[in-house]
């Protein structure tokens, strides 16, 4: 399972009050990293409304509908890097976008590997799985402390991070964060982007 935080990371008002700060999206060298030489059978992706909310379930979450397109173009273009280098159909890909907090916690606990970008949500629901990897330097306390406490949790400090408040300002409109997602689309799947 991949928790895939999304919609408020892209809202121009939670950036400039500087809630976003250290949490952003894992690079797929992330998952690469961690997923080669595994028989993986399918990947669950736990995330945002994809869509305008339509769906039944979104109420919870109605706050990031408005992101939905642009969280579905990243979501996409992350999956088919995946799928590519996986060798993995993109069928076996499956999207959890509308469902309850308790849904998306049981994916979390009960998936065989789980990843967690830096987010609370993952990480508190993370602690009571079979084996989870977490990444972010926000929770410096956690990285020191959780792995040797549960032989499950792994750390991983590297590289990995795209964070949307480098690149996402307070007064940003819709089509400058669309533009802005493409550089992060980008930078998360390993292409060259000039800026």
Request: net charge negative; charged share 25%; proline share 4%.
């Amino acid at each position: 399972t991949i928790h895939f935080r999304c919609g408020d990371l892209l809202d121009p008002l939670f950036n400039g009050r500087g809630e976003t700060g250290g949490m952003g999206f894992l690079k797929a060298s992330f998952y690469l990293k961690h997923l080669r030489g595994i028989d993986v059978k399918s990947i669950h992706v736990v995330t945002t409304p994809l869509d305008d909310c339509s769906k039944e379930g979104s109420s919870g979450r109605k706050q990031d509908c408005k992101w939905g397109p642009m969280c579905s173009r990243i979501v996409d273009a992350l999956v088919n890097t995946l799928a590519s280098s996986l060798e993995l159909p993109r069928e076996h890909f499956h999207m959890h976008d509308h469902e309850s907090i308790m849904w998306s916690m049981h994916h979390i606990v009960f998936s065989e590997m789980t990843f967690c970008s830096p987010s609370t949500f993952c990480l508190f629901a993370s602690l009571g799985s079979n084996h989870v990897i977490h990444s972010g330097r926000n929770f410096p306390s956690i990285r020191n402390t959780i792995p040797d406490i549960l032989k499950t949790f792994k750390y991983d400090d590297g590289d990995y991070i795209i964070e949307p408040m480098r690149w996402i300002k307070r007064t940003d409109t819709i089509n400058d964060v669309n533009e802005t997602v493409q550089i992060m689309i980008d930078s998360i799947v390993g292409a060259k982007t000039a800026r």
